[in-house]
């Protein structure tokens, strides 16, 4: 077996880490894998499990897995408050984001009704179809997958120093004004919607993703759209039709 850690944060006091645990069963050619997003103590002990979801796939070309099941939201998009909560979304399809106490109690859900992802583009499409290639062509077995056709609703969420949310959907990259790196939902410690916010600064928002420092800054990763994927591979992917990018952090002030 083996575990894989997706991602982690420390903040007031909660650290989250976001988990797979795999095991193969050779009698059937089949792998289980369980994938988890906890909290803990700040000492490493388990303080509660937020969400569990599992999934069998088995290499003999006869069980189709869908991307849904293989590439959890939750596993991708979730943050820590100022105050210790946990934000992550309920699902791949939905625009509902739970908020969970530092003890792990599910407090509330943060929802924009109405919303609706639009359909994937070609360009996200061929993403995701050489990110599957390069699966099978390095692992020589058969895994049928089938993909979603939209991106995931809640691609990333940053939680400010007042306690504000904002989340990155799955339109927040199209059909920005000139200048705009992306559009962003921001709602109210409560959960209430106070509309779109225009990130104005450098960054493609087809290329580069955006990190929440705190204390007034964020940070763009170029290429961080391309790198994120490939923490799914298992050697390197020759992405054909982007542009190549040198991998850098920038860090912007973050104002108002």
């Known amino acids: 077996g083996v575990v894989v850690l997706y991602g982690a944060a420390c903040r007031g006091g909660?650290?989250?880490?976001?988990?797979?645990?795999?095991?193969?069963d050779q009698a059937t050619a089949r792998m289980h894998r369980v994938?988890?997003?906890?909290?803990?103590?700040?000492?490493?002990?388990?303080?509660?499990?937020?969400?569990?979801?599992s999934l069998a796939m088995s290499f003999?070309?006869?069980?189709?897995?869908?991307?849904?099941?293989?590439?959890?939201?939750?596993?991708?998009a979730h943050a820590?408050?100022?105050?210790?909560?946990?934000?992550?979304?309920r699902s791949r399809d939905e625009y509902a984001i739970e908020v969970y106490g530092p003890d792990g109690t599910l407090e509330r859900m943060v929802e924009r009704p109405g919303y609706a992802a639009p359909p994937r583009t070609g360009r996200e499409r061929a993403r995701l179809e050489a990110l599957a290639d390069s699966w099978i062509r390095n692992a020589g077995i058969e895994?049928?997958?089938?993909?979603?056709?939209?991106?995931?609703?809640v691609q990333s969420l940053f939680v400010d120093d007042r306690g504000h949310l904002f989340v990155r959907h799955a339109a927040s990259a199209r059909d920005l004004p000139d200048g705009v790196f992306l559009r962003l939902d921001e709602f109210?410690?409560?959960?209430?919607?106070?509309?779109?916010?225009?990130?104005?600064?450098?960054?493609?928002?087809?290329?580069?993703?955006?990190?929440?420092?705190?204390?007034?800054?964020?940070?763009?990763?170029?290429?961080?759209?391309?790198?994120?994927?490939?923490?799914?591979?298992?050697?390197?992917?020759?992405?054909?039709?982007?542009?190549?990018?040198?991998?850098?952090?920038?860090?912007?002030?973050?104002?108002?």
């Open 35 to 53: 994938q988890n997003l906890d909290v803990y103590h700040p000492d490493g002990r388990l303080r509660a499990n937020l969400r569990e979801a």
């Open 14 to 24: 909660t650290l989250v880490g976001a988990t797979t645990t795999s095991a193969y």
């Open 143 to 153: 895994l049928p997958l089938e993909f979603a056709g939209t991106e995931m609703a």
């Open 60 to 76: 003999d070309g006869t069980g189709e897995i869908h991307e849904r099941h293989l590439l959890r939201s939750f596993l991708l």
């Open 80 to 89: 820590v408050g100022p105050d210790g909560r946990v934000y992550a979304p």
């Open 188 to 256: 109210d410690p409560d959960g209430g919607y106070l509309g779109p916010v225009l990130v104005r600064g450098p960054g493609d928002p087809m290329m580069d993703t955006l990190v929440w420092l705190g204390q007034g800054r964020v940070a763009i990763m170029r290429g961080g759209v391309l790198t994120g994927l490939e923490r799914w591979r298992d050697a390197a992917i020759y992405w054909e039709g982007e542009e190549e990018v040198v991998p850098e952090v920038v860090v912007c002030a973050w104002m108002r």
